[in-house]
Structures are given as C-alpha cells and as structure tokens.
C-alpha cells in the first residue's frame, strides 16, 4: 500500500542530510595517467626476443613452414586414383564478372555476356593431372611427359612439386586448392585434358 506523502518526506529527509567530505590526503604513489606508446612497447618486446633467442626462433618456425608450404601443398580432398576409367567433354563457356578490356582499352567482351575461351584462344598444351605422392602415377606422368615432350603441361593434385622439378628438370605445377579439377569436373587421376573443337576433352585413365 502507498502511503501519501511519504515520498515527499524522504525527498526532503535526504536533501537535508549534511554531506560529509574530508580531505583524507594521498594514500600511496600517484601516477600520471597517459597512453603507452605502442611502437615502443613493440620494440621492446622485439629487443627482449632478440637477447632471448625467441625472435630467431620464430622467425626459423614461419622459414620452416613457408618452405613446407611450397615444397609439400596440402592435397587436394575428394580426388582418387582411377579405378573405372572414363572420358568426358566440359563447356567451359562462362559468365563475364566484369568487362574484359584490350590494351587499348577497348571493349571486347562486356561484363555479363556468356563467352566461350576456346573460341578467342586455342589450348596450347594438354593438361595432366596426376597425384605426385602415388609412384604409379608419378612413373605414368613420366612416361607421357617423354613422349608428348613439350606438348603437356604437368599438373599435381598432391605430391612434392618441387622435387618433381628438381628431378625432371621442368615446371611442374600444382592445383592450388583444386580449382582447375573442380571446374572441370574431374574426380579421377590421372586425367588427361585435351581440346576438342570448341570443349574440353577430359579422360581419366588408369596407368
């Protein structure tokens, strides 16, 4: 239940109330108040790091995984050695994102217009692919690299790129994150691209 005014009486009890304040003094060191400076805190742990050995720890640890990185790409998931071989054609007509310009600077292809590569450029080599990490398929590749010569391009799915290089003394390439073998459908390897008119000509084929 309200009971009148008594709002009113405690308003008016606290507003009477006297207000006690006392200069009690410093109670331990003050200090002044102001932002650190970033830089300096940085160069700082960088020079601790330094004198630690823990600077040139890591920047060994990020060498070693950058060289790990190039030397041994991670696989690409979902692609498998060729069990039923097969051959298939792909369209590889696309969707402009954007306009496609000449060194001049003039439109050839607006953004938006279905445009067919194979009908402004030729494959001038084929593509295989092949998993670098299957001695099978490194030994295939060998053998069709010698008897195609420059006429294919080399291209892992998995393996060591650069020691194929190292080896065969040629590019060797890799399809990084499986762009290419996604776009083209291919689910098996080895697999041979080829042009065939205006498609793309893929065979998965056992070695």
């Known amino acids: ?13 606290a507003s009477s109330l006297p207000v006690l304040a006392a200069d009690i003094g410093t109670v331990g060191p003050t200090y002044e108040i102001a932002e650190p400076d970033l830089i300096e805190v940085i160069k700082s742990r960088l020079d601790r790091m330094a004198r630690t050995g823990e600077l040139a720890r890591k920047q060994s640890e990020h060498r070693d995984r950058v060289i790990q990185g190039i030397e041994s790409p991670k696989s690409i998931t979902g692609i498998r050695p060729t069990q039923t071989p097969r051959a298939f054609h792909v ?19 607006a953004k938006g217009t279905q445009v067919n590569p194979l009908e402004v450029v030729s494959l001038s080599k084929r593509l295989l692919f092949f998993d670098g990490g299957d001695a099978r398929q490194v030994a295939f590749a060998k053998q069709v690299l010698g008897s195609a010569g420059a006429g294919t391009k080399p291209i892992l799915v ?3 790129p650069l020691k194929l290089m190292r080896s065969w003394k040629r590019p060797v390439y890799f399809d990084q994150g499986g ?4 776009r083209l459908g291919i689910q098996q ?3 041979i691209v080829s042009q065939d008119g205006k498609r793309l000509r893929i065979d998965e084929v056992r070695p």
């Open 158 to 160: 998995g393996g060591q």
């Open 91 to 109: 369209n590889p007509a696309m969707v402009l994102a954007r306009d496609i310009r000449d060194n001049s600077g003039q439109l050839l292809f």
């Open 189 to 191: 390897v080895p697999a």
């Open 1 to 13: 239940m309200r009971i009148p005014g008594l709002s009113l009486l405690l308003s008016i009890a």
């Open 179 to 182: 762009t290419l073998v996604k």
